[in-house]
T-cell receptor
Framework: DAKTTQPPSMDCAEGRAANLPCNHS???????VYWYRQIHSQGPQYIIH???NNETNEMASLIITEDRKSSTLILPHATLRDTAVYYC?????????FGAGTILRVKS | DTEVTQTPKHLVMGMTNKKSLKCEQH?????MYWYKQKAKKPPELMFV???????INESVPSRFSPECPNSSLLNLHLHALQPEDSALYLC??????????????FGPGTRLTVT
């Protein structure tokens, strides 16, 4: 079973920041937080991951709380092409367990 | 190059057919994966190969037979499938260093329909 809880859906205005929350209260000390997204009818796409510290790359920022029980994925300037299902996964090793994810709809 | 390719894109097969799905990556990754995704559901792990050896089989029926002929190729052989096996089959690859955790790169998938 997935070890994360995400809201089923969110809306975001184009050009605004999209903040996607994830709860992972049972995360173990060596487990990473991963974010993937899946645009309709495509394979999942890796976005970002982190262990304890906040992380940023060209796609997004990942904010992990100090107790590691929750995190937020931030897309700083959402575009229509960011409409997708976003999956938050806690993982160590090579066995990904996907939950239901959050459907993000970016609207003009 | 962060591309994982899968062929064919679409496959329609009868329940008595034998077919194969193919996956290829040239990123030097030594772990490769097969996932199954039913409509409106998240992907589910089927198999994991690490250094060309099967390391995880998620209790998948024997009508699905994986094969990893070399470090760049992964096949999924299909035989006597059922209509409920119709799904998107996704391949992925990742690094394997010291048993730690690395991001997986996914292919576009093969849309399989069993008639």
């Amino acid at each position: 079973d997935a070890k994360t809880t995400q809201p089923p859906s969110m809306d975001c205005a184009e050009g605004r920041a999209a903040n996607l929350p994830c709860n992972h209260s049972t995360i173990s000390g060596n487990e990473y937080v991963y974010w993937y997204r899946q645009i309709h009818s495509q394979g999942p796409q890796y976005i970002i991951h982190g262990l304890k510290n906040n992380e940023t790359n060209e796609m997004a920022s990942l904010i992990i709380t100090e107790d590691r029980k929750s995190s937020t994925l931030i897309l700083p300037h959402a575009t229509l092409r960011d409409t997708a299902v976003y999956y938050c996964i806690v993982n160590w090793g090579n066995k990904l367990v996907f939950g239901a994810g959050t459907i993000l709809r970016v609207k003009s | 190059d962060t591309e994982v390719t899968q062929t064919p894109k679409h496959l329609v097969m009868g329940m008595t057919n034998k077919k194969s799905l193919k996956c290829e990556q040239h990123m030097g990754h030594r772990a490769m994966y097969w996932y199954k995704q039913k409509a409106k559901k998240p992907p589910e792990l089927m198999f994991v190969y690490s250094y060309e050896k099967l390391s995880i089989n998620e209790s998948v029926p024997s009508r699905f037979s994986p094969e990893c002929p070399n470090s760049s190729l992964l096949n999924l052989h299909l035989h006597a499938l059922q209509p409920e096996d119709s799904a998107l089959y996704l391949c992925a690859s990742s690094q394997v260093i010291g048993g730690s955790s690395y991001e997986q790169y996914f292919g576009p998938g093969t849309r399989l329909t069993v008639t």
